[in-house]
């Protein structure tokens, strides 16, 4: 059996020959983290947004890739969109986008083999567009009260989850996501049989036995797109299970993560 401690060292030495990677390249790595919400009553707009960017800003400045944060959808064209290799959107939620334009440009990058990550609330924007929904992996449709519950690690060798334990406890919003699409890789998975929730058996009811998908990624469209439920709280991105977690996804989304861990020697 593998002990905690190699299997930490192992991760950290495959980070760092990736940030080593990312240091030499001729052209400078980006990333977009892009924070718009619609504003206006009844529109939630989570208060981790600073938290969040600072928390990518400091991956990038650890693992070298430079971090651009906007919440300006002007920066939605093909010129600008060109210059990163994931677009980040960090609980962002409802409409998102100005005009039809900016949606094409950044249909445009991920068909160009554009990368990107969806964090927390990201399932909740653009809820009348089927393709976003594709793209992201689901819908928003509800969460139960605020709990703690348990989350079962689906995939240990990948980049984004190989430093969690099998299980772990976490207190968050569980969020349920519909129209998903098939063939998402799950990552981390909520455990349900548990989870103070009436409305379950509504749904998801049996969809995915005694579990929900809280994480994944997945191709689609030509480019790469890692997702995950988890940080709503402000203290979520100071904790390295998630700090960790985002960083292993932005790595695969820009294209420069192993998708398996190399066997430990």
Do not use: K, V
């Given at each position: 059996m593998i002990s905690a401690a190699v299997k930490t060292s192992g991760l950290s030495v495959i980070l760092c020959l990736l940030a080593g990677s990312l240091l030499a390249a001729d052209t400078p790595r980006r990333v977009l983290v892009y924070t718009k919400n619609e504003k206006g009553a009844g529109k939630y707009v989570h208060d981790n947004l600073a938290a969040s960017a600072e928390a990518i800003r400091k991956l990038g400045?650890?693992?070298g890739f430079a971090v651009e944060v906007s919440e300006d959808a002007g920066v939605f064209t093909d010129q600008n969109l060109k210059r990163y290799q994931a677009v980040v959107f960090s609980n962002v939620?409802?409409?998102?986008?100005?005009?039809?334009d900016q949606k094409a440009a950044f249909q445009r990058y991920i068909r160009g083999g554009g990368g990107f990550v969806g964090v927390h609330s990201a399932t909740g924007a653009m809820r009348n567009w089927p393709w976003y929904w594709a793209l992201i992996g689901g819908k928003f449709l509800r969460h139960p009260k605020m709990q703690t519950f348990t989350i079962k690690v689906k995939d240990a060798t990948d980049l984004s989850t190989a430093h969690l334990p099998p299980t772990f406890q976490w207190t968050d919003e569980f969020y349920y996501v519909d129209h998903m699409p098939d063939g998402l890789h799950v990552l981390l998975a909520g455990d349900l049989t548990t989870l103070d929730d009436p409305q379950k058996e509504k749904y998801p009811g049996r969809k995915f036995g005694d579990e929900f998908p809280?994480?994944?990624?997945?191709?689609?469209?030509?480019?790469?797109?890692w997702y995950t439920a988890l940080g709503h709280k402000i203290e979520h991105y100071s904790d390295p299970k998630l700090t960790r977690h985002?960083?292993?996804?932005?790595?695969?989304a820009m294209g420069t993560a192993p998708q398996r861990k190399p066997a430990a020697q």
């Open positions: 400045a650890e693992h939620n409802n409409e998102i986008f100005d005009n039809e809280l994480a994944w990624r997945h191709e689609f469209d030509g480019g790469r797109s985002l960083l292993g996804g932005i790595l695969w």
